[in-house]
């Protein structure tokens, strides 16, 4: 029965290697296709046994199993399909976008701090706008307004059916993510990420007891 046992326990951990090895070269696979570190640096894992022989690379990197399956494949799945996306809008749209992509953002950073400003009180603020007739302010200003005469400052429309809770929120130029941005964002956070593991040199005790991915 024991011999059994050891049988049937032996077969599927040599079934879980050959799906952990097929998932590494999937992982190295993503790995290649998005940008390197600023370090130029690139990625690239393999699995290493706890033997206690050297046989990993001075620069390596250490990460259980349960780290590549919870964090770096997830990673590397997620950033190849943003960056792929991006590069299909990047081959669309040509050095012709970015030209008035830039334009836009120099003719947006001069009004930018008029634009953020209340029209009643002129202070820097995140503006409310009212549902009925679109003009904004700073919820401040909103609810002195409404406290004294239920109107709206610019148009004189009325508010008392206006609630709190029905303003909207105008956003600026800097409150908007642009899936670019968030992609690079999310590139960073994953390097830094693998630079925080663990050497390649830790404890020989520590050794013992693990398998790593590197």
Known sequence: ????????????????LK???????????LAAAIPRAKSGAHLQMKLVYTDGRSNISRRGRKATIREFYGVILPSL???????????????????????RVDLDNRHGNIDFEREDECGICLEPCTKMVLPNCCHAM???CYR???????????????LKRVNSEDLWVLTCNDDVVDNKTVSQKDLL????????????FPDALFLVYYEYLI
């Open 144 to 158: 002195n307004w409404n406290t004294k005469s239920e109107s709206c400052p610019f148009c004189r429309g009325s």
């Open 1 to 16: 029965m024991g011999m059994v046992y050891y049988q049937l326990s032996k077969s599927s951990y040599q079934d879980f």
């Open 189 to 200: 956070r994953f390097y830094l990420y693998i630079n925080s593991l663990p050497k390649d």
């Open 77 to 99: 799945q997620r950033l190849h399909g943003n960056l792929g996306e991006l590069d299909d809008d990047k081959e669309a749209g040509g050095s012709s976008a970015k030209k």
């Open 19 to 29: 799906i952990l090895k097929a998932d590494i070269q999937h992982a190295n696979a």
């Open 138 to 140: 700073c919820i401040k």
